[in-house]
């Protein structure tokens, strides 16, 4: 996880502010991404709405362009 503190310094220091995200679903679907916010309010926007359909367990890092996750997604509770 990363702070919003974290998150203002990243888009002071380059402009923008890139994170990598999973979650698992309700169905056990896991999924990873990346997003890239250009405000701190346009984060905090997005954190909210994240938390709130959270379905199961779930997060995000901060990271940088040059390591982000491409988006994917892949199992379920039937799959072994």
Known sequence: MCSVEQIQEAILRDGVAFINVWSQDCDGVNG???????????????????????????????????????????GGWGDY
């Open 32 to 74: 990873q991404w990346h997003k890239e916010f250009e405000s701190v309010e346009q984060f905090l926007e997005w954190e909210e709405s994240f938390w709130e359909w959270a379905e199961g367990s779930q997060g995000f890092s901060l990271t940088d362009k040059n390591n982000l996750d491409e988006h994917k997604s892949w």
